[in-house]
Structures are given as structure tokens and as C-alpha cells.
Nanobody
Framework: QVQLVESGGGLVQPGGSLRLSCTAS????????VAWYRQRPGKQRELVAA???????TYADSVKGRFTISRENAKNMVNLQMNSLKPEDTAVYYC?????????????WGQGTQVTVSS
């Protein structure tokens, strides 16, 4: 069964850091673009960061200079390092990628991981 699983969320004080990880089971990331989205309370889901099958990255303006997305292909993992966190970064963070399940390519989402930035 193909699925994406996020980990690493939690409660952190403003100015702190968290590292989110996304792993794919039943498929591989190495040839695909992978993205992190978030949904803040009362807001629509928004793109936070994305990385291509290579190393080209894209960031939302609100996180540029603070967040870094990276691939660990050997571990079939994509990470989101979040530094200088702000209360407005509080959200459920989701990993997203197109994965091959043996029959075709489909759009997959993880279950989400909660990030809360609060003192």
C-alpha cells in the first residue's frame, strides 16, 4: 500500500526550530517532485515549499530564509527544516507527491502533522 507519512511536528516556542520529515512507503520519491503544504486555522491549504526531482526548490514568501526543504533519496525521505518559527506558522503540515503504485501515478497526501508555535 502506497502512503505518505509525516513526522516531527509538535509544540515549540517562537524563535524555535522543528524538523518535519515525510517518508513514502510502497513507492519511491527519487524521481518526483515533493511538496509541503500547510493549513492554518480558518485558512485554506497553502504551498509552503517544494523540491523537484533534482534540487530546485520553491518557497512561499512567508517562509523564505527560515524554512529549508531537502531530499534524502537514500532514505526515501523529504525534510522540512523550520527555523525562527513564528506563531503564524501554527498549522497542520502536509506532505504531497505523485507516486507510482504499480499501476499508475496518483496524487498522494500524508495525514498531516500539527505544528504549534506558542509561548
Amino acid at each position: 500500500q502506497v502512503q505518505l507519512v509525516e513526522s516531527g511536528g509538535g509544540l515549540v516556542q517562537p524563535g524555535g526550530s522543528l524538523r518535519l520529515s515525510c517518508t513514502a512507503s510502497g513507492s519511491i520519491f527519487s524521481g518526483n517532485a515533493v511538496a509541503w503544504y500547510r493549513q492554518r486555522p480558518g485558512k485554506q491549504r497553502e504551498l509552503v515549499a517544494a523540491v523537484t526531482s533534482g534540487t530546485t526548490t520553491t518557497y512561499a514568501d512567508s517562509v523564505k530564509g527560515r524554512f529549508t526543504i531537502s531530499r534524502e533519496n537514500a532514505k526515501n525521505m523529504v525534510n522540512l527544516q523550520m527555523n525562527s518559527l513564528k506563531p503564524e506558522d501554527t498549522a497542520v503540515y502536509y506532505c504531497n507527491a505523485d507516486l507510482f503504485d504499480g499501476t499508475g501515478w496518483y496524487d498522494y497526501w500524508g495525514q498531516g502533522t500539527q505544528v504549534t508555535v506558542s509561548s
